[in-house]
């Protein structure tokens, strides 16, 4: 079956400080999207990145497909990047298109 | 102007009960779905629907119906609620033929007491 699997589980920063999270993913995973899901509980959007790297701001992701693993950096951390950071992978074609979550990485951003 | 919304964002009930979770998407995809999440913070799929058809249901207790009226409208009925049926539950939809890239609604929290 599909799987996610994303490390730390937890991280704990001061503000200023920069951070990678990681993302591994198995051979039937062909797209990839990060998600951060705030403190009040809405899942935004980050990335959607199957391949290559793209940035946003402070934040920006890389996908190597071909070594099946996707890493999100945060630089310059604040409080309010707190939360906890999911990605996932998408599977099936055409209608059985779904997403398969990670357990995500809880990020506290302290002042 | 919300992309995926969804109605309530909180749904406090009695076991027993029957309740309904509505979600709308104005981004005109083609396909929604409803996940779960769980105390863990840990989120499932639940169905998918394509066009007002069920396309995936991950072995959901058939006290979970999905409604599809239009592609642009996946309702969530929930029937004799139970304890473990208390999670966040969120809709969200994809363009399957294009990028597939999916978005999500606010989530609604269901706690059944």
């Known amino acids: 079956g599909i799987q996610v699997e994303q490390s730390p589980p937890d991280l704990i920063l001061q503000e200023g400080a920069n951070s990678t999270l990681r993302c591994n993913f198995s051979?039937?995973?062909?797209?990839l999207q990060w998600f951060h899901q705030n403190p009040w509980g809405q899942l935004i959007n980050l990335f959607y990145?199957?391949?290559g790297t793209k940035q946003n701001g402070r934040l920006s992701a890389t996908t190597v497909a071909t070594e099946r693993y996707s890493l999100l950096y945060i630089s310059s951390s604040q409080t309010t990047d707190s939360g906890v950071y999911f990605c996932?992978?998408?599977?099936?074609?055409?209608?059985?298109?779904?997403?398969?979550f990670g357990k995500g990485t809880l990020l506290t951003v302290n002042p | 102007d919300t992309a995926v919304s969804q109605t309530p964002k909180y749904l406090v009930t009695q076991m027993g009960n029957d309740k309904s979770i509505k979600c709308e998407q104005n981004?005109?995809?083609?396909?929604m779905y409803w996940y779960k999440q769980d105390s863990k913070k840990f989120l499932k799929i639940m169905f998918s629907y394509n066009n007002k058809e069920l396309i995936i249901n991950e072995t959901v207790p058939n006290r979970f119906s999905p409604k599809s009226p239009d592609k642009a409208h996946l309702n969530l009925h929930i029937n004799s609620l139970e304890l473990g049926d208390s999670a966040v539950y969120f809709c969200?939809?994809?363009?399957?033929?294009?990028?597939?890239?999916?978005?999500f609604g606010q989530g609604t929290r269901l706690t059944v007491v």
């Open positions: 969200a939809s994809s363009q399957v033929a294009g990028t597939g890239e999916a978005f």
């Open positions: 051979d039937s995973v062909n797209n």
């Open positions: 990145i199957p391949s």
């Open positions: 996932a992978g998408a599977s099936g074609g055409g209608s059985n298109y779904k997403l398969t």
């Open positions: 981004l005109g995809h083609d396909t």
